[in-house]
């Protein structure tokens, strides 16, 4: 719930650059950004660990990187040609917004609000 939370930072940076904005802005909304990718980083780091068993734990997180680090470089061989055609400033308000509504589905799943921290030192669930 708390990294869930921690991930609507991730939008502001490119929401203050969509509105013009200064410069000063637009760094506080990336030091919000930075300090939310922390939170959810660290949480999810936690609870990857605590809920996958061990001997899957590679796997599952090269799995998670591989999307992370394929999808991101799909989209920076399209955000050139379709900010052309649609404007800098439109796709950065699309991402901020894409951001907060993605966020928000997260969010809304019983099962991520359900999870609960585990006792330390102890196994993963089985």
């Known amino acids: 719930l708390a990294g869930v939370i921690g991930s609507y930072g991730y939008g502001l940076p490119c929401l203050m650059l969509s509105l013009h904005l200064p410069v000063y802005a637009v760094a506080a ?3 919000a950004a930075g300090a939310g990718s922390a939170i959810f ?5 936690t609870v990857l660990q605590q809920r ?4 899957a734990l ?5 799995f998670d990187l591989t999307g992370a680090y394929a999808l991101g470089s799909a989209g920076y061989l399209v955000i050139g040609p379709v ?3 649609f404007g800098a400033g439109r796709m950065l308000g699309f991402a ?8 928000t589905v997260v969010l809304s799943l019983g099962a991520i609000r ?9 196994a993963a669930p089985d």
């Open 83 to 85: 900010a052309a055609v």
């Open 29 to 31: 909304g990336a030091c």
């Open 52 to 55: 996958v068993p061990q001997d």
């Open 58 to 62: 590679a796997r599952v997180t090269a």
């Open 41 to 45: 980083n660290t949480y999810f780091s």
């Open 96 to 103: 901020a917004a894409y951001t907060a509504v993605s966020s």
């Open 114 to 122: 359900s999870v609960r921290r585990t006792d330390p030192g102890c």
